[in-house]
């Protein structure tokens, strides 16, 4: 069964630093998505993105974060300067279809900000 | 927005036991999904569900949305079932909207 593959699995970085992480979306689907969950907490939409332009966002999803499809296959999420409260852990979901299509989601990968 | 609420927060069960997740939203959906999230965070996907029943092995769930509802039966639990189980809604706006989840503890 096709699946979202997300790396890496964990991400350890320093306060300040700027991450990129990678998601790889099954290979027909057109709409990709971010996602957050903090430790113990619900998991939260960050932004979507279709034909090569983010679509919605929330208000999470402020002027450190930006997406990008720098190929036909890649997805990324890169945190400009990353904070102690971004330690979170990063889903990636794609879908065919916008408003009939199940959203699949990815492993998942987990951000620790020292 | 719309509100998603999951009951119970949490439920801690023996081995063998069935158990009933509720999810209740506040708006008409497009779909709705259940998620189970294991110990290492994985989202898995249990259901793509917008109405009407579903069943896959032990596990089936059940969407009124006349009534803005959906339920997951887990029959004869085992410890692998342990971790939180995510109720999640499409309004057709771009994003699925997470409940908090119910936390479920399978004792062996």
């Known amino acids: 069964e096709p699946e979202v593959t997300q790396t890496p699995s964990h991400q350890v970085t320093q306060m300040g630093q700027e991450v990129i992480l990678r998601c790889v979306p099954i290979s027909n689907h057109l709409y990709f998505y971010w996602y957050r969950q903090i430790l113990g907490q619900k998991v939260e939409f960050l932004v979507s993105?279709?034909?090569?332009?983010?679509?919605?966002k929330s208000e999470i999803f402020d002027d450190q974060f930006s997406v990008e499809r720098p190929d036909g296959s890649n997805f990324t999420l890169k945190i400009r300067s990353t904070k102690l409260e971004d330690s979170a852990m990063y889903f990636c979901?794609?879908?065919?279809?916008?408003?009939?299509?199940?959203?699949?989601f990815g492993a998942g990968t987990r951000l620790s900000v020292l | 927005g719309i509100q998603v609420e999951q009951s119970p927060p949490d439920l801690i069960l023996q081995e063998g036991a069935n158990s009933t997740l509720r999810c209740n939203f506040s708006d008409s959906v497009n779909n709705l999904q259940w998620f189970h999230q294991n110990p290492w965070g994985q989202l898995i996907n249990l259901f793509y569900i917008p109405s009407g029943t579903k069943q896959n092995g032990r596990l089936s769930a059940t969407t009124v949305a006349t009534e803005r509802y959906s339920l997951l039966y887990i029959s004869s639990s085992q410890t692998t079932d342990s971790g939180v189980y995510f109720c999640a809604v499409d309004v057709g706006d771009d994003k699925i909207i997470f409940g908090k989840g119910t936390r479920l503890h399978i004792l062996p």
């Open positions: 979901a794609s879908s065919g279809d916008r408003e009939m299509d199940i959203q699949y």
């Open positions: 993105f279709y034909n090569n332009e983010i679509s919605e």
